[in-house]
């Protein structure tokens, strides 16, 4: 069976890199990013704005959807990389997808429990 990548949180990380680059008048390869955020600071929108995937010989195009649909374009090779967070990669898991969680990462957690003393 073959195993599906997700990229979370991160791994987009490494597109931000300038490790490789390519010179003269290459073929670019169309890659398809699903993309579950809407914010501009995201890594697939910051590699974009700062023009790492074409120094690196990539097309891509950024899909805003819901995480149940990039899921599905993953599997149904529509789209390259997903950048999802982890729950529906679970779920989609124990529903029979074969797919591969590769990084995830947090700055800070989003609530803050604080006890009240009466």
């Known amino acids: 069976m073959v195993r599906r990548i997700v990229s979370v949180l991160g ?3 490494l597109l931000l890199s300038d490790g490789v680059s ?3 008048q290459a073929q670019l390869t169309k890659v398809n990013v699903a993309s579950s955020g ?3 600071t995201q890594p697939p929108y910051m590699a974009q704005d700062a023009g790492t995937y074409s ?4 097309e891509v195009s950024i899909i805003r959807t819901r995480p149940e ?4 374009s993953l599997l149904r ?3 390259s990389i997903v950048h999802i967070g982890g729950a529906i990669t679970i779920r989609s898991n124990l529903r029979g997808a074969d797919l591969a969680f590769i990084a995830a990462g947090a700055v800070a957690t989003d609530y803050w429990t604080t006890p009240r003393c009466v």
């Open 55 to 58: 120094k690196n010989g990539l």
């Open 69 to 72: 649909i990039a899921v599905m």
């Open 38 to 40: 809407i914010s501009p």
């Open 77 to 79: 090779a529509e789209a």
């Open 22 to 24: 390519t010179t003269g």
């Open 11 to 13: 791994l987009s990380f």
